[in-house]
T-cell receptor, first 113, second 112 residues
Framework: DAGITQSPRHKVTETGTPVTLRCHQT?????MYWYRQDPGHGLRLIHY???????DKGEVSDGYSVSRSKTEDFLLTLESATSSQTSVYFC????????????FGEGSWLTVV | QKEVEQNSGPLSVPEGAIASLNCTYS??????FFWYRQYSGKSPELIMS????GDKEDGRFTAQLNKASQYVSLLIRDSQPSDSATYLC????????????FGTGTRLLVSP
């Protein structure tokens, strides 16, 4: 158990509204990631963080922003949700130097209607 | 964007057989490779990592890596119905910050 908690686990929201997903970890890992998973596309990296206030874009970052003000929390924000952002969102951490595998949270199912 | 290719399946094997899952990748300089198991509606679970050419065994699982052929595989011996899941191959990019690139996964069905 990597001690990762995602919230909310399920959310339905309307197009155009802002949405924030939270990832909380209890083991002081430096590296944190946000992925989305869609049929036919697999897991795709949205944003990642390598420390407090240190973040960078991944493969599919358009329409998303992140913040990390504390080691334990990594927030993903959809500024104005669109139907194309309906997906399952996974937070992950990486132990040690970031060169090992990622360990995933339980996922957040987001539906934009 | 580096690519990781997997056959989507489903790969169907009878209980007790060996399941062989394959993955090819495009980044010739990749050094780290991972296999994840994902049950339907659940998050991916890391089951194997491999960094050197050859075989790495862990229980019923064996990961095989051939960097010259840019090929990594996962063998599951004595397959059980509980092994039925989607198996994701992931390759770590070796450019700047090290990020994982995932394949789309192979669905494995083990029939009793």
């Amino acid at each position: 158990d990597a001690g990762i908690t995602q919230s909310p686990r399920h959310k339905v929201t309307e197009t155009g509204t802002p949405v924030t997903l939270r990832c909380h970890q209890t083991e002081n890992h430096r590296y944190m990631y946000w992925y989305r998973q869609d049929p036919g596309h697999g897991l795709r990296l949205i944003h990642y963080s390598y420390g407090v206030k240190d973040t960078d874009k991944g493969e599919v970052s358009d329409g998303y922003s992140v913040s990390r003000s504390k080691t334990e929390d990594f927030l993903l924000t959809l500024e104005s949700a669109t139907s194309s952002q309906t997906s399952v969102y996974f937070c992950a951490i990486s132990e040690s130097s970031g060169t090992g595998g990622n360990y995933f949270g339980e996922g957040s199912w987001l539906t934009v209607v | 964007q580096k690519e990781v290719e997997q056959n989507s399946g489903p790969l169907s094997v009878p209980e007790g057989a060996i399941a062989s899952l394959n993955c090819t990748y495009s980044d010739r300089v990749s050094q780290s490779f991972f296999w994840y198991r994902q049950y339907s509606g659940k998050s991916p679970e890391l089951i194997m990592s491999i960094y050197s050419n050859g075989d790495k065994e862990d229980g019923r699982f064996t990961a095989q890596l051939n960097k010259a052929s840019q090929y990594v595989s996962l063998l599951i011996r004595d397959s059980q119905p509980s092994d039925s899941a989607t198996y994701l191959c992931a390759v770590m990019e070796n450019t700047g910050f090290q990020k994982l690139v995932f394949g789309t996964g192979t669905r494995l069905l083990v029939s009793p």
